[in-house]
């Protein structure tokens, strides 16, 4: 066949997000354009680090733990200071939350008008087994005249001005909103800009997966089981199939293209779940809505919750509309205690 010439319209990140941010009109300074290009140089550097790191020897443990108590892997490590050196150099954010400290980050006299909270590479218990990791972040704006401190970022997951993760996988794949619908994007290494290969993404009303670790089912509350038993063993004898990854930025990718629902339910041993409300919750929640679907804590928006210290956890549920309202109504019919 005739080899297509390349496209001379190239729609990059930065043009995408400037484009976005002009049709503003005068109300943007240019702020949250900033912030944004300074996250996507992150991703660039973490994804250049992720896919060379065995060969740097930067697998394994970096032999320090984070709040979680988990052991950060030693690209856990570095991506977190690549991105509190970059979003702190942009001068456009003056508050962080990051999942690998313990405390906020204040940037001392900034008067940044953004506060950013990031999981810096988050499945990273896959790394050594080569499986996709990713960078999770939300973005808030702080209100006029604010202190700057954690009151900036203590807030409903509604109140994000943007929020975007980044997959680093077979390719390195960049997804956004800035309250505008979710737009995805490609890392062209040739020439280190993320192009527009996903625009508009919506995802489907209603899917074929589900998406839950069945590890713990012994420990699940009756709503999520029967839940669970429901599209496995459906009246129409077309059970879901089962996709689990264990890194919620791969599993939530693949939910937001193909559809279906992925949950990290809270149960008798997670009393609050897994998930972190600011780092990881929020932000899937808020592309999740963005594209159309749904994301709720079983009995509650998620994006309305409101966290009551940086590294909450809450339980998760989001996906297809269908399949999301199909997981609640087991919630309300469930009446007893849990
Ligand atoms: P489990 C990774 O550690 C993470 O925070 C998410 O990326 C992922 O969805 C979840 O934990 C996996 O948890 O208990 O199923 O291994």
Request: aromatic share 8%; charged share 20%.
């Amino acid at each position: 066949t005739e080899l297509e010439p390349p496209p001379t319209d190239l729609i990059t990140l930065t043009r995408h997000i400037l484009s976005q941010q002009y049709a503003l009109g005068e109300t943007a300074t240019g702020d949250l354009t900033m912030l944004l290009v300074a996250i996507q140089v992150t991703s660039k550097y973490i994804s250049s680090n992720v896919r060379k790191a065995r060969l740097i020897n930067l697998v394994g443990l970096a032999g320090a733990s984070n709040v979680q108590g988990e052991d950060q892997k030693k690209l856990d490590v570095l991506s977190n200071d690549i991105m509190v050196n970059a979003l702190r150099a942009s001068g456009k954010c003056s508050v962080m939350v990051s999942e690998e400290v313990d405390d906020t980050i204040v940037v001392k006299g900034s008067k940044g008008t953004y506060a950013c909270v990031f999981d810096p590479l988050d499945g990273s218990s896959n790394i050594d087994a080569g499986v996709n990791v990713g960078t999770i972040f939300g973005i808030y704006k702080v209100s006029e005249g604010s202190e700057r401190g954690m009151k900036d970022v203590l807030k409903p997951g509604k109140e994000m001005v943007a929020a975007g993760y980044t997959m680093y996988g077979s390719s390195c794949n960049l997804v956004l909103s800035t309250g505008q619908g979710v737009d995805g994007f490609t890392l062209d290494e040739s020439l280190g800009e993320f192009i527009l290969t996903h625009p508009e993404i919506k995802i489907p009303s209603r899917g074929k997966i589900y998406s839950f670790n069945e590890g713990n089912s012994m420990h699940f509350y009756p709503p999520v089981i029967s839940y669970l038993e429901s599209i496995k063993y459906p009246a129409n004898g077309k059970p879901y199939s089962a996709r689990y990854i264990g890194s919620m930025v791969a599993d939530v990718h693949r939910t937001l293209l193909y559809g279906g629902i992925f949950g990290y339910p809270d149960d008798k041993k997670s009393k609050d779940g897994k998930l972190r409300m600011l780092y990881e919750a929020f932000p899937m929640s808020f592309l999740i809505e963005q594209a159309g679907g749904v994301a709720t804590t079983g009995t509650q928006r998620i994006l309305d919750v409101i966290p009551k210290n940086i590294h909450g956890r809450c339980p998760v549920f989001m996906g297809s509309s269908e399949d999301v309202e199909d997981l609640k109504k087991h919630y309300a019919a469930y009446d007893g205690e849990k």
